[in-house]
C-alpha cells in the first residue's frame, strides 16, 4: 500500500538485544509469541553477529526482525483522509461530541454543545485519549465495564552528536509490560531518538522533563555505551491511553460490539495505544465487519 500511494516508509529492520545472560530467555519468549502469531522470520544473533551489523551497540545476544519498518506516519493519515475523502466521507475538524441520544433506532449526535446535530444507526467510538469520555457520553459505566483510561507519558530524548545506526534497536521489555523500555528509533531521514519512557499523569500535557536525562542515559548505556549523559537533548512527547493503571497486569485494546450492553450499534475502541497505529488496517477491516451487520 505505501508504494501504490507514495507513502515514505523504509524497511530498517529490529534489534531487541539482551544485555546480559539473564535477559536471553526472554528472547526466547519473544520470539515464541511471534511465530504463535504468524511471525516466523525473526532469528538469533550472537555478540559477534550483532557487533558486524551494528558495531555501536553492546549486548550478550540479539533478535533481529528483518521485517520491521518506519512510516511516515503523517502521510499515511492524509493518504486515509483522501481516500475517505473520495469515497463521500463527511471529515469536520475541531467537533466535540457533548451529547449521544437513543432515536428511534438511530443515535442523535450532539457537537459542540448543540451547535449541530445528526443522525446514525452506527457510531465508531475510535475518539483516542478520549474514547472513555465518548463511551461516557453514550451512557456506559466506564468504570463497571473497566473503560476509564489512563494517561501514560512516553518522553523522548535526541542525542547530539548522534550514535550511527541502521536498525532500530529496542532493550528486553519490561516485565510488567507498561511499555517496551527507552529504545532507539530512527526516522526517515536517520534521526536517533531514545525513548519512550512511562510516566502515569493526571492531565494532557506534553513537555519533556529535561531532569529525566539521567534516567535515560542509564537506559540507553546499558546497550549503547558511546552515548555520553551531556550528549542527550528533551526532544518529544506523547500520551498514550492506557486500560491499565500502575501495577495493574497487562490489559489489551478493547474493540467491542455493544448490543450486549443495550447499545446496538455502537462499536468502541478503548485503549488503543501505539500498536494500533501498526495494526490500523486490520484493526479497520475487523470493526467493518462489525459495522456491515448494521448496513448491509
Not at 62 to 75: C, M, V
Not at 253 to 261: K, L
Request: net charge negative; hydrophobic share 35%; with cysteine.
Amino acid at each position: 500500500m505505501c508504494e501504490q500511494r507514495d507513502i515514505p516508509h523504509r524497511k530498517t529492520g529490529k534489534l531487541i538485544v539482551a544485555a546480559d545472560d539473564t535477559e536471553t530467555p526472554e528472547l526466547s519468549k519473544i520470539r515464541q509469541r511471534a511465530e504463535m502469531n504468524g511471525i516466523d522470520d525473526l532469528s538469533f544473533l550472537s555478540r559477534k553477529q550483532l557487533r558486524a551489523m551494528e558495531p555501536e551497540v553492546r549486548a550478550h545476544e540479539a533478535l533481529f526482525s528483518p521485517s520491521t519498518g518506519i512510516i511516515d506516519t503523517h502521510a499515511l493519515m492524509q493518504s486515509f483522509f483522501i481516500k475517505a475523502q473520495s469515497g463521500g466521507a463527511t471529515i469536520v475538524f475541531h467537533s466535540d461530541v457533548t451529547g449521544i441520544h437513543p432515536c428511534n433506532g438511530l443515535y442523535e449526535i450532539e457537537v459542540n454543545q448543540g451547535e449541530y446535530r445528526f443522525r446514525t444507526r452506527v457510531i465508531i467510538n475510535c475518539a483516542g485519549l478520549h474514547a472513555d469520555r465518548v463511551a461516557s457520553v453514550a451512557g456506559i459505566d466506564i468504570d463497571e465495564r473497566g473503560y476509564r483510561l489512563m494517561y501514560c507519558k512516553g518522553s523522548y530524548f535526541s542525542a547530539s552528536p548522534s550514535p550511527k545506526l541502521s536498525h532500530l534497536v529496542y532493550p528486553v521489555p519490561q516485565e510488567e509490560q507498561v511499555g517496551l523500555g527507552i529504545h532507539a528509533t530512527l526516522d526517515l531521514a536517520g534521526r536517533v531518538r531514545f525513548g519512550p519512557d512511562t510516566e502515569y499523569v493526571g492531565d494532557l500535557e506534553y513537555t519533556v522533563d529535561e531532569e529525566k536525562g539521567d534516567a535515560f542515559w542509564q537506559s540507553v548505556q546499558r546497550y549503547l555505551p558511546c552515548v555520553q549523559k551531556q550528549h542527550l537533548h528533551p526532544d518529544t512527547s506523547g500520551i498514550r491511553p492506557k486500560l491499565q493503571g500502575p501495577g495493574d497486569p497487562y490489559r489489551d485494546f478493547v474493540i467491542t460490539e455493544e448490543s450486549a450492553a443495550g447499545y446496538p450499534g455502537l462499536i468502541n475502541l478503548i485503549g488503543i495505544e501505539s500498536p494500533g497505529l501498526t495494526s490500523c488496517i486490520p484493526i479497520a477491516r475487523y470493526v467493518s465487519r462489525l459495522v456491515g451487520s448494521y448496513l448491509n
